[in-house]
């Protein structure tokens, strides 16, 4: 497809999206709204253009986001995109990959935006399972004190209130809500 203008929408049984296969928006939005969200596929919103970046939100408003598949948003000559992960519960498992890498970085929102005050959806708990190969040296791991967070002894993260992800000249901000789990 080569024209921006064109949607296209399923409607999938109780209230659940999910995508098990390859969704590409070059330039894009990507969008998965309902009650549960399910990302097992591929997801890829990169842009080349030097204005522009991709979004990807995948929102469960009343239910699980659970995201075990690939999430890509990158951008060699402007910043890497977008993405917002929100739902009553969010997870994004072991198998799960998240990548933004841009010029000027990009932005990652999942489980609430940095104060959970905004317009994001905030969720009531979000987990990550990641093991410390998966995490570099610049990383910086934030929630509220009266919030949890459990690691494994090859993890090395710093604990506030939002994640810094830096990486080459890509920054990705991660906030959360509730707990998170880090295994």
Known sequence: MTNPTITYSVVAPENEAVNLGKIFAKNGKIQMHAGSVVNKGTLNANSVHKDKSGEIILSAKEGLANIDGTVTLNNANFKAGSLTITGKEVVLNSGAKVELTGKQGGTVYIGGDERGEGKIQLAEKTEIWCSGRDLNSHDLWSL????????????????????????????????????????
């Open 144 to 183: 509220p004190p009266q919030d949890s967070v459990s690691t494994n002894s090859t993890t090395r993260a710093l604990i506030f209130m939002l994640i810094l992800f830096y990486c080459g000249m890509s920054l990705f901000l991660f906030s959360f809500a509730g707990a998170a789990c880090c295994c």
